[in-house]
């Protein structure tokens, strides 16, 4: 080597030498060099091991998944094990510093945090039924309603604007969302309000219709862990008694009043049928997007809170003046028909104050309804009483329409005092 390029190499060496050098000398000193740790915002003290952590602007699934897998390695455990014992309580904590560290947004939190951290995608056999829906809805307008609605829960929840919330309400069901939509609405809900039982039961919903009921159980056994409901196929929206009796479906022969509205079965469906023949536009098409496929027209007699509608009464008045007769006091009255091939989709109603009463006035077979899992049908002229707190569908599977007189009553458990129409 000559004596030229030897001097060369020696100073090259002598350069990253002192490069080195200065490089640890800032990084010991807390030079520039160093990268900037962000804020802790969590952090759970785990026996044996170490500090599970989470820093501002983390996915918490991604942190535990990780850390879970780190300390099964190392303590040659069974990761399912692991992430059991520390799921629930991570998410427990974070619930409930929801609101004083605004975890929605301190961390990069999404719905898979409610799902055991598993990954949320659409069923591969849905894909084609949800592209199908999507044609009927252009892209910008489903991105303009998406961002209307999920801009006044924002508002809502952030500015508690109750005005904001009652838009959203009001708004939500005329929009007639796609199941795709629905999904992607509700998996955002879900962050802002992971403990508000309509939101839940919502994103739940919507998990089914994209194909994906074995995350909708998940995110129920999860909510039930937390409070939200007592079991994961009773999932009132609106208010859930934790005292009262949880019971699917109920004996009709209990109650005495079932009986006396058998007894005006004929004289009901009589008025119903000259109704539908010579005012077709007194029923509505059901409004909440609820079913699939066939038809489900409705007609209310009392409503909720309003009392009894005198525009639809002048219609029925047999009808109205037996049931007035009986006493009892149903808190809603409505007529509901579905056709042939209507599916209503699996939901459930807003209280387990009150239980559902259905008198049949047609059925000649092939319709079913499920509530919670077990199957009944309507036998005709006859009434069957079940709570709709609990996860129900019906399915029409036969050639003619099946058609049922509802009537809500309190829960003979509620107390007196309490049976309050909201």
């Not at 592209?131 to 508002?155: D, E, F, I, P």
């Not at 998940?218 to 409901?229: D, K, M, S, T, Y």
């Not at 058609?403 to 003979?412: E, G, K």
């Amino acid at each position: 080597m000559k004596a030229n390029t030897r001097w060369l190499v020696v100073f090259l060496i002598c350069c990253l030498a002192s490069s080195m050098s200065e490089a640890k000398k800032k990084s010991s000193s807390g030079g520039r060099s160093k990268t900037k740790e962000k804020p802790i915002i969590y952090r759970l003290q785990v026996t044996g091991q170490e500090e599970f952590v989470l820093r501002k602007d983390q996915n918490p699934c991604s942190v535990l998944l990780k850390y879970c897998t780190e300390v099964a390695d190392r303590a040659q455990l069974d990761f399912a094990t692991v992430f059991d014992q520390l799921y629930n309580t991570v998410l427990d904590q974070l619930i409930k510093l929801w609101d004083s560290l605004k975890a929605h947004k301190d961390l990069k939190t999404d719905e898979t945090l409610f799902v055991r951290c598993e990954p949320v995608s659409i069923a591969d056999e849905m894909e084609s039924k949800l592209n199908t829906q999507a044609m009927k809805v252009t892209a910008a307008r489903r991105a303009s309603r998406h961002k209307k609605l999920l801009g006044l829960l924002t508002k809502a929840v952030e500015q508690r604007d109750a005005s904001a919330l009652k838009e959203f309400n009001t708004q939500r069901p005329l929009y007639k969302l796609t199941d795709l939509e629905r999904f992607e609405l509700y998996r955002k809900t879900i962050v802002l309000l992971p403990s508000n039982a309509f939101m839940v039961d919502q994103f739940g919903l919507a998990l089914m219709a994209i194909g994906r009921g074995d995350l909708a159980r998940l995110l129920f056994e999860n909510a039930v862990r937390r409070g939200v409901w007592g079991h994961v196929m009773q999932r009132p929206v609106s208010k859930y008694v934790k005292s009262l009796k949880a019971q699917p479906w109920h004996d009709p022969t209990a109650y005495p009043f079932v009986a006396e509205l058998e007894a005006a079965a004929d004289v009901i469906r009589d008025e119903y049928d000259a109704a539908r023949r010579d005012h077709p536009n007194l029923f509505t098409e059901e409004q909440e997007n609820l079913h699939e496929g066939g038809n489900w027209t409705e007609l209310r007699l009392k409503s909720s809170g309003n009392g009894w509608l005198a525009d639809t009464n002048a219609h029925f008045p047999a009808t109205v003046a037996h049931l007035r007769a009986m006493r009892q006091d149903f808190t809603s009255v409505k007529f509901s028909s579905i056709l042939p091939g209507t599916h209503i989709r699996p939901h459930t109603g807003p209280t387990n104050e009150r239980l559902r009463v259905h008198l049949t006035l047609h059925h000649r077979g092939g319709a079913r309804i499920r509530v919670d899992d077990a199957w009944h049908t309507w036998p005709p002229g006859r009434a069957i009483v079940f709570d709709d707190s609990w996860e129900h569908e019906v399915r029409n599977e036969g050639e003619h329409e099946r058609t049922v007189l509802i009537l809500d009553v309190w829960h003979p458990d509620l107390p007196l005092d309490q049976r309050i129409v909201h």
